[in-house]
Each structure stands twice: as structure tokens, then as C-alpha cells.
Nanobody
Framework: QVQLVESGGGLVQAGGSLRLSCAASGRTFSSADIGWFRQAPGKEREFVVAITWSGNSTYYADSVKGRFTVSRDNAKNTVYLQMNSLKPEDTALYYC?????????????????WGQGTQVTVSP
């Protein structure tokens, strides 16, 4: 059974930083593309960033480019999301998702497994 566990969320003031982690277990993590998504209250879940299995390629939503950085450590079965210059509009529940059968995608349906999410709240 694959398990993804997000951590690192919290409350931060605008302009601050947080680093989220997504720890995986139960399957060969190093062969999975990983995506981060977020869902704000009253809104649909949206794509944030993805990283390929090797870590050599990354893809960012325009809204986070230049502020967020994704990385991975396959030896630790963990993907990281460094979030800088946070804005109130970044407030959301952040999820990581893994796909082994398909390449990364902005579409939720392309991912095989999801974590439970970690809350990020950015105060003005």
C-alpha cells in the first residue's frame, strides 16, 4: 500500500517562508513523478508544481513561479516544496500526489496516490 504524508504546513505572515515535505512509502518512490496541488476554501483544487522521477525537470504554475521551488531526495523518499515570499492568496490545503503509470500532469486524474494534505495559512 502506497502512503504519502505531507508535513511542514503552518501559519506564516505574508512575505514569509515555509518548506513542505512529502514522504512516501510502500513503492519505489524514485520512479514516480510527483505533483503538488492546493485547494483554497470554496475553490477547486489546482496544480502548483510537478517534478519528474529523476528530479531533472520541474514545472510550475504561473502563480508560484519565482517564489516556490520543488526538489526531491530519492534516497529519503521525500519531495520538498520550498515556498518563499508567501502571499495571503497562497492560503490553502496543500497535497502531494504520485504517478507511476503516467508522466506528471496538471490534471488530478493522472495521479495514482494522494496524501491527506497539510494546511498553509498566510496572514496579511
Amino acid at each position: 500500500q502506497v502512503q504519502l504524508v505531507e508535513s511542514g504546513g503552518g501559519l506564516v505572515q505574508a512575505g514569509g517562508s515555509l518548506r513542505l515535505s512529502c514522504a512516501a512509502s510502500g513503492r519505489t518512490f524514485s520512479s514516480a513523478d510527483i505533483g503538488w496541488f492546493r485547494q483554497a476554501p470554496g475553490k477547486e483544487r489546482e496544480f502548483v508544481v510537478a517534478i519528474t522521477w529523476s528530479g531533472n525537470s520541474t514545472y510550475y504554475a504561473d502563480s508560484v513561479k519565482g517564489r516556490f521551488t520543488v526538489s526531491r531526495d530519492n534516497a529519503k523518499n521525500t519531495v520538498y516544496l520550498q515556498m518563499n515570499s508567501l502571499k495571503p492568496e497562497d492560503t490553502a490545503l496543500y497535497y502531494c500526489a504520485a504517478t507511476w503509470g503516467s508522466s506528471w500532469s496538471v490534471l488530478e486524474d493522472e495521479y495514482d496516490y494522494w496524501g491527506q494534505g497539510t494546511q498553509v495559512t498566510v496572514s496579511p
